[in-house]
């Protein structure tokens, strides 16, 4: 199995920060990968696919990159609403994992 | 809103069967590969496997395999899980996740909003 690996675990910022959330495969997924923000209670929501792609609908101030095993989900200016845990998953080959989560508090 | 809709919270007692549905509302699903991932309590997302658009059947993690069985009805636009021999780590919230882009890699565009199933005695 692929193990996906979130850091950091926490991270406190404040509004209008710039964060950036970094995801590593354990083995070459090329740009198969995903992003999702979860707040308390709600199921995952889709904020980047195949490692760049904004999903449609999703504020451009989410950005991704990286390819192979090294990703990151940069948020441009936080925002109140950013406030959640975010989750990288891999697409390369089943079964498909997600990381650990990273979630983004309130400083 | 436009999400999956799913059946309501379940309890069961160790060694018993569950199942749990997922209907599409204001979205389509026939032509999707729907899948379905699992949340222990505080913990992180776990992918059990998925069911082929129309009647092409179902993959399984192979953690489930022999214990989990997918099926979808066309004629109204749902889907099922069925998980076998529950115990006590099998509570969790259980989600059906459709992918959106068929690539054959999954990115899971629409969520439903989640079952809550619990083992107890």
């Known amino acids: 199995d692929i193990q996906m690996t979130q850091s950091p675990s926490s991270v406190s910022a404040s509004v209008g920060d710039r964060v950036t959330i970094t995801c590593r495969a354990s083995?070459?997924?090329?740009?198969?990968l995903a992003w999702y923000q979860q707040r308390p209670g709600k199921a995952p929501k889709l904020l980047i696919y195949?490692?760049?792609n904004l999903q449609n609908g999703v504020p451009s101030r989410f950005s991704g990159g990286g390819s192979g095993t090294d990703f990151t989900l940069t948020i441009s200016s936080l925002q109140p609403e950013d406030f959640a845990t975010y989750r990288c998953?891999?697409?390369?080959?089943?079964?498909?994992?997600f990381g650990q989560g990273t979630n983004v508090e309130i400083k | 809103q436009v999400q999956p809709v799913q059946s309501g919270a379940e309890v069961k007692k160790p060694g018993a069967s569950v199942r749990v549905s997922c209907k599409a509302s204001?979205?389509?699903?026939?032509?999707?590969?729907i899948h379905w991932v699992r949340q222990a309590p505080g913990q992180g997302l776990e992918w059990m496997g998925y069911i082929r658009p129309k009647s092409r059947g179902p993959y399984y993690a192979q953690k489930f395999q022999g214990r989990v069985t997918m099926t979808r009805d066309t004629s109204t636009s749902t889907v099922y899980m069925e998980l076998s021999s529950l115990g006590y780590d099998d509570t969790a919230v259980y989600y059906c996740a459709r992918d959106g882009y068929n690539l054959g890699r999954p990115y899971f565009d629409y969520w439903g909003q989640g079952t809550l199933v619990t083992v107890s005695s």
């Open positions: 195949a490692a760049s």
């Open positions: 083995q070459d997924i090329s740009n198969w």
């Open positions: 998953q891999q697409a390369n080959s089943p079964p498909y994992t």
């Open positions: 204001g979205i389509t699903f026939s032509d999707y590969y």
